[in-house]
């Protein structure tokens, strides 16, 4: 019997024993392994709510994993259904922590560059981003598009020397591009060596196409044997409105020979690894809104057209035009492309369109955009006019659209009169900073309406090959306006140097 007792006793103190160890592991860990539990327990809980709100991760994989746009959009679709509400809590979440992480950028940036190496075997090109920044701090790449939380956002309007669009979105090393356009000079003159100077990485990871008038694609393709946007750089995801609804040269449904060319140019770049989603595709596979880092979300602004396919007789291209609205802490953007009056009604009644910080002005100020229905609803602080009217006599902006905004536009700028627009925001700052290549002076609508009679007057001399009356009388009428303007006004005149020009050209006849 006390055999038996010592025997109990013993297994008894065994089971103690057993226990006991099991608690030391745990207790008496190190404070880094305690961290490493928490950690674990929360990146479980990560997946789960990135599975259930994974527009963002979606959007991430996409466009760093797929080769093939019909291939992996099917699948892609069926676990990437995401909710905005989620999101924007999950976009909380992280952003305080990434603030508490900040000290140990180092390690997290180092963990992320490993994990995106798996995930991105199919594209070296388009790989996460690393930035070399000491003051950025890191963040979860399962729930945003980009591994860090810049200083600083900054959004370029490139002068393209003529009307047209190429607008560069620079956060760190991760930049969006509207449209590459103006003309195929511009494209390989202009739009290539000004990108250089700011895609560092030589990829940009995001790009739209919003329709395909020249001025808002032609420098894509940019000059013969010469490098355009799309041979310039490398891609990681290329936007555009899509077969069926391209432009037409002709009523028999040929595409223009600019799209041709466009669209050899963008299968290229698909060929060598980029992502290529329609814009139908964005809204079937519920990837409209794109959460790069907790203070910056890109979403895609649904209006009808999209899924209206395009004939030349019917329809009028502007209004295929892919929307987008950029929010970067409290300040909003909206791009529209060119979309006039049609197209901005179906944005409205498809959208709860916020108060606009900075428009870029429909249809670089067309009398055709900015109507009441979309300015009332967006009421724009300021305006930026992507216009550069020098050699055409399309005489953007025109002082319909303007009135229209100055109900709620205090600043302005334009293209020709500043040159490169940079409107620049710091983290943290509630303040906008605009920087301009030529002058930084503000667009000053003023002066801008008061000589716009002496531009439509020069404008309308047209060309001519001999003397006339007639011809002799529009300069004439033209160059009397322009000097009874005040020294202000004629800052404004921007087709000035064509008066000039048919001057002597008359002259000399």
């Given at each position: 019997?006390k055999v038996?007792?010592?025997?109990?006793?013993?297994?008894?103190?065994?089971?103690?024993?057993?226990?006991c160890?099991?608690?030391i592991e745990?207790?008496?860990g190190?404070?880094?392994s305690?961290t490493a539990?928490?950690?674990?327990?929360?990146?479980?809980?990560?997946?789960?709510?990135?599975?259930n709100?994974?527009?963002n991760?979606?959007?991430?994989d996409?466009?760093?994993?797929?080769?093939s746009?019909?291939?992996?959009?099917?699948s892609?679709?069926?676990?990437?259904k995401?909710?905005s509400t989620?999101?924007?809590?999950?976009?909380?979440?992280t952003s305080?922590?990434s603030?508490?992480?900040?000290s140990?950028t180092?390690?997290?940036?180092?963990?992320?560059?490993s994990?995106?190496?798996?995930e991105?075997s199919?594209s070296?090109?388009?790989?996460?981003?690393?930035?070399?920044?000491?003051?950025?701090?890191?963040?979860?790449t399962?729930?945003y598009?980009y591994d860090?939380v810049?200083?600083e956002l900054n959004?370029?309007?490139?002068?393209?020397?003529?009307?047209?669009?190429?607008i560069?979105?620079d956060?760190?090393?991760?930049?969006?591009?509207?449209?590459a356009g103006?003309?195929k000079?511009?494209?390989?003159n202009?739009?290539?060596?000004?990108?250089?100077?700011?895609?560092?990485?030589?990829?940009?990871?995001l790009?739209?196409n919003?329709?395909?008038?020249?001025?808002?694609?032609a420098?894509?393709?940019?000059?013969?044997?010469?490098?355009?946007?799309?041979?310039?750089f490398s891609?990681?995801t290329?936007?555009?409105?899509?077969?069926?609804y391209?432009n037409?040269?002709?009523?028999?449904?040929?595409l223009t020979?600019?799209?041709?060319q466009?669209n050899?140019?963008?299968d290229?770049?698909?060929?060598?690894?980029?992502?290529?989603y329609?814009?139908r595709?964005?809204?079937?596979?519920?990837?409209e809104?794109?959460?790069i880092?907790p203070d910056?979300?890109l979403?895609?602004?649904y209006?009808?057209?999209?899924?209206?396919p395009?004939t030349?007789?019917?329809q009028?291209?502007?209004?295929?035009?892919?929307?987008?609205?950029l929010?970067?802490?409290?300040?909003?953007?909206?791009?529209?492309g060119d979309l006039e009056k049609?197209?901005?009604?179906?944005?409205?009644?498809?959208n709860e369109?916020?108060?606009i910080?900075?428009?870029?002005?429909?249809h670089?100020?067309?009398?055709t955009?900015?109507?009441?229905?979309?300015?009332?609803?967006?009421?724009?602080?300021?305006?930026?006019?992507?216009?550069?009217?020098l050699g055409?006599?399309?005489?953007?902006?025109?002082?319909?659209?303007?009135d229209?905004?100055?109900?709620?536009?205090?600043?302005?700028?334009?293209?020709?009169?500043?040159?490169?627009?940079?409107?620049n925001?710091?983290?943290?700052?509630?303040?906008i900073?605009?920087?301009?290549?030529d002058?930084?002076?503000?667009?000053?609508?003023?002066?801008?309406?008061?000589?716009?009679?002496?531009?439509?007057?020069?404008?309308?001399i047209g060309?001519?090959?001999?003397?006339?009356?007639?011809?002799?009388?529009?300069?004439?009428?033209?160059?009397?306006?322009?000097s009874?303007l005040t020294?202000?006004q004629?800052e404004?005149?921007?087709n000035?140097s064509?008066?000039?020009?048919?001057?002597?050209?008359y002259?000399?006849?």
């Amino acid at each position: 019997m006390k055999v038996t007792k010592k025997i109990l006793t013993f297994l008894l103190l065994g089971l103690f024993l057993s226990s006991c160890d099991f608690r030391i592991e745990i207790d008496f860990g190190d404070e880094d392994s305690t961290t490493a539990v928490s950690s674990d327990k929360k990146s479980s809980s990560s997946s789960k709510s990135s599975s259930n709100s994974s527009t963002n991760k979606l959007s991430s994989d996409s466009s760093k994993n797929n080769n093939s746009s019909s291939t992996n959009k099917t699948s892609t679709s069926s676990t990437n259904k995401s909710s905005s509400t989620t999101t924007s809590n999950s976009t909380t979440t992280t952003s305080s922590s990434s603030k508490q992480e900040s000290s140990s950028t180092t390690t997290t940036s180092s963990s992320s560059s490993s994990s995106s190496s798996t995930e991105t075997s199919t594209s070296s090109s388009t790989s996460s981003p690393s930035v070399d920044s000491s003051s950025s701090s890191s963040v979860d790449t399962n729930t945003y598009l980009y591994d860090k939380v810049e200083e600083e956002l900054n959004v370029h309007y490139i002068d393209l020397g003529v009307s047209g669009d190429s607008i560069l979105i620079d956060y760190g090393n991760y930049e969006i591009l509207i449209d590459a356009g103006g003309n195929k000079t511009a494209g390989t003159n202009i739009i290539v060596p000004y990108l250089r100077e700011y895609v560092e990485d030589n990829t940009i990871e995001l790009t739209i196409n919003t329709h395909g008038h020249e001025d808002h694609m032609a420098g894509y393709v940019g000059l013969a044997n010469k490098d355009g946007v799309f041979s310039a750089f490398s891609y990681g995801t290329i936007v555009d409105p899509g077969e069926g609804y391209e432009n037409l040269k002709n009523n028999n449904g040929d595409l223009t020979d600019l799209q041709v060319q466009y669209n050899e140019k963008r299968d290229a770049k698909i060929a060598e690894g980029s992502t290529y989603y329609t814009i139908r595709d964005i809204f079937d596979n519920n990837l409209e809104r794109w959460t790069i880092a907790p203070d910056l979300t890109l979403t895609f602004l649904y209006q009808k057209y999209y899924d209206i396919p395009y004939t030349k007789t019917s329809q009028n291209l502007n209004d295929y035009s892919i929307c987008t609205l950029l929010e970067y802490q409290d300040f909003k953007f909206l791009f529209t492309g060119d979309l006039e009056k049609k197209g901005e009604e179906s944005l409205v009644e498809n959208n709860e369109l916020p108060e606009i910080d900075v428009y870029k002005a429909g249809h670089h100020g067309s009398d055709t955009a900015s109507n009441d229905c979309l300015v009332d609803m967006i009421k724009p602080k300021m305006s930026i006019f992507t216009a550069d009217s020098l050699g055409d006599t399309y005489k953007f902006p025109h002082p319909e659209a303007i009135d229209r905004l100055s109900k709620y536009s205090t600043t302005y700028y334009a293209s020709y009169f500043n040159g490169h627009i940079v409107v620049n925001m710091k983290k943290d700052e509630k303040t906008i900073n605009v920087n301009c290549s030529d002058r930084n002076d503000s667009f000053k609508i003023e002066p801008y309406l008061a000589c716009y009679p002496t531009i439509e007057a020069i404008a309308a001399i047209g060309s001519f090959s001999s003397k006339s009356d007639a011809v002799l009388q529009k300069i004439e009428t033209a160059e009397a306006l322009y000097s009874a303007l005040t020294t202000e006004q004629k800052e404004y005149v921007y087709n000035y140097s064509k008066l000039v020009t048919a001057r002597e050209k008359y002259d000399k006849l």
